[in-house]
């Protein structure tokens, strides 16, 4: 099978099992699922083939013409794209098998692994496009695969109203996403990304960062930044392998990897405001995180953090850069290698607590209230292994995945911007902190509900993907494992190890903030059911309280009190003037003539003569220049 025909399997694959079973086994949940999964495996199969043989895709065929336009679509595998189709294809395999037992009992499983396979062939369409044009029409799919996926709970106001959301907030994004698009074709002529490559390097800078900074909105919107980070805590209304595969690895991820596709367009100015934006919502999310009571909503809040390291070490990357000779690409490399290194770990370890929450909320009977928890440690000590490798990863322990790729991270700061470096080792603290946090309250202490008290470990399907991805957890941040999968992606990661200088400092900086935040975690909070913050500081706990819902409150007041007012002054002219005086009135005037024209009509031939003559002086008039 030649390369292009591999890439043809694993991108088409998903798309026929989601055809299959929607035309065919809408009613028949257990044949579905299995369908789902072999598709799932199929592209884990080929995304592995494609890592390890190393192979390269580049090409295109044209798809519509109009006169001198003409759009193209096609496939460009490269060591990036590999690197991704590893987090999709074997993460996503991995949480189609355990959503064979988590919704083993879902009466609507048929329509729920439909949506996983439409999303997989959206995702994977991302993955391996070769043109900007290309990448947008993926997009929009993985944002309506989204939309099916989180509202699968069709019965839920909750669930329905978190997918309308979702699907509003990231079109907001997704309009400056598209106005770039367009403002890239009218600059360069063509939207592939070979092309646009030779002919940005060749211009040596774009234009204006405002084009750099319109794609980077749909990086916003999908990458939940600040502000259009609301939708994902409500996301977690959907099923927790959906939360697993869309707000962990894969969906929320594809904005990053969107920045790594296009980081030879990026200038300076933009780069500030990337790097700066991204640190915002780390720190934002983290804080906001403290709070939280729902297990779900701890862990998307922390998804949110972890995605500002990300959008923050791509601008970390290039900032302060020059464009001549070849220092632009070579330092952009830096910001690229830093945020994919911890985009792959951080699906490893994410993907993992998130399963192992929805492992915990199977356990506990559909429980997600962390101080509702309790003593799972002994009822299920599978998850509780696997939950407890995943928070050492998250909080940076060391030889853990997380410990290498935050502190590449943090020595890029160190290196590039000293407040941004502070900012991000603050997060590290309040990341630690909230992880141990939740950890605690859930798995230590006495089960302080009926429902924990009757929690269950659950079955080997389940628990089979969370060993593996535990074991990813330990041993994805090591060169052995990474590089591997990165290929030459893993030469532009940071190494603080080969800088002496600064070595040290990251290095205790990254065991001071992770011992600071779990210690303060673990004195400060029993294992009880209720809040300690809210007890002992219930000012600071209101406050983060209402930082957490700040945004919301002004999109709905803006919502309520700007757009609807706005929309119904629109309706207000309409009626008025377009269905009023323009359409009603020009019914009114042409009636108004044809009653006067009808009036002529008298059915007299004496009549007729009189206008006859009457229009010929008028016309014997008009000949001689009389009017």
């Given amino acids: 099978m030649s390369p292009v025909q591999s890439a043809l399997l694993l991108l088409l694959t998903p798309l026929a099992s989601a055809t ?19 598709a799932a495996a199929v592209v884990c199969a080929v995304s592995l083939q494609f890592v390890f043989n ?75 496009a070769d043109s900007l044009f290309m990448i ?73 960062a405002a084009l750099p900074l319109l794609l980077f909105c749909g990086a916003v919107g999908k990458s939940a930044q600040m502000p259009l980070h609301v939708w994902l805590p409500d996301a977690m209304e959907g099923p927790t392998p959906v939360s697993a595969l869309i707000h962990a690895a894969t969906m929320v991820a594809a904005g990053v990897y969107m920045l790594c596709r ?8 933009a780069l500030n405001v990337i790097a700066a934006l991204g640190t915002i919502t780390a720190l934002y999310a983290a804080l906001c995180a403290v709070v939280q009571r729902d297990i779900k909503k701890v862990l998307a809040y922390s998804t949110l953090s972890q995605l500002g390291y990300m959008v923050a070490a791509f601008g970390l990357g290039s900032l302060a ?83 290498f790729s935050k502190d590449a991270i943090l020595y890029l700061a160190f290196k590039k911007n000293t407040l941004i470096f502070a900012a991000l080792a603050f997060t590290a603290i309040l990341t630690s902190f909230y992880m141990v946090r939740m950890w605690k309250i859930v798995f230590l202490g006495e089960a302080r509900s009926e429902e924990a008290k009757h929690a269950h470990e659950s079955g080997l399907v389940m628990t089979l993907p969370l060993m593996l991805l535990a074991g990813l957890s330990i041993s994805g941040g090591y060169p052995a494992i990474f590089g591997k999968l990165a290929g030459s992606v893993m030469s532009l990661v940071p190494d ?33 059911a ?18 957490k819902e700040s945004f919301d409150a002004v999109y709905d007041y803006y919502v309520a009190k700007v757009q609807q007012r706005f929309a119904m002054l629109l309706n207000f002219l309409e009626q008025i003037f377009l269905a009023g005086l323009i359409i009603r009135g020009c019914a009114g005037l042409v009636g108004l003539v044809g009653l006067g024209v009808r009036a002529l009509h008298v059915g007299s031939l004496h009549a007729y003569v009189y206008w006859f003559l009457l229009g010929a002086v008028l016309l014997w008039g008009f000949a001689a220049g009389i009017f």
């Avoid at 519509?64 to 060591?79: Q, T």
């Avoid at 074709?185 to 940005?200: D, E, P, R, S, V």
Wanted: glycine letters at 12%; a neutral charge.
């Fill in 20 to 38: 299959l079973i929607a035309l065919a086994l809408r009613r028949a949940g257990a044949v579905a699922q299995w369908v789902s999964v072999a």
């Fill in 54 to 128: 190393g192979t390269d895709v580049n090409a295109s065929l044209e798809w519509l013409r109009f006169g001198g336009f003409s759009v193209s679509l096609g496939f460009k595998i490269d060591a990036l794209a590999r690197l991704m189709l590893f987090v999709v294809g074997f993460v996503g395999f991995l949480i189609h098998v355990f959503s064979v037992g988590y919704m083993h009992d879902d009466a609507a499983r048929a329509r729920f692994f439909g949506g996983l396979s439409i999303f997989m062939f959206s995702m994977l369409g991302i993955v391996v």
């Fill in 136 to 208: 947008f029409i993926f997009w929009e799919l993985v944002g309506f695969s989204s939309y099916l996926l989180i509202g699968h709970y069709l019965h839920k106001q909750s669930a329905a109203d978190a997918a309308k959301k979702a699907f509003i907030v990231n079109r907001v994004g997704d309009f400056g996403f598209l106005l770039g698009i367009v403002w890239c074709y009218w600059a360069f002529g063509t939207t592939n990304l070979n092309a646009l490559a030779f002919k940005a390097g060749a211009a040596g800078t774009v234009i204006s």
């Fill in 262 to 269: 296009i980081n030879f367009l990026m200038v300076p100015e």
């Fill in 321 to 403: 850069v020059t464009h001549e000779g070849s220092a632009h690409s070579v330092v952009l490399a830096a910001g690229v290698g830093a945020a994919m290194f911890h985009l792959t770990t951080h699906a490893f370890f994410k993907a993992l607590l998130f399963l192992g929450s929805g492992s915990v909320i199977h356990g506990c009977h559909h429980e997600q209230d962390i101080f509702q928890m309790g003593g799972l440690r002994k009822s299920m000590p599978i998850t509780f292994l696997t939950f407890t490798l995943g928070v050492l990863a998250i909080i940076g322990f060391p030889f853990l995945a997380g410990f």
């Fill in 496 to 528: 603080a190890h080969n800088d002496h200088a600064a070595h040290p400092i990251i290095l205790g900086t990254s065991l001071a903030v992770m011992l600071l935040g779990a210690g303060a975690a673990w004195l400060f909070y029993p294992a009880a």
């Fill in 530 to 547: 209720t809040d300690a913050l809210e007890s002992k500081a219930g000012g600071l706990f209101r406050g983060l309280v209402a930082l």
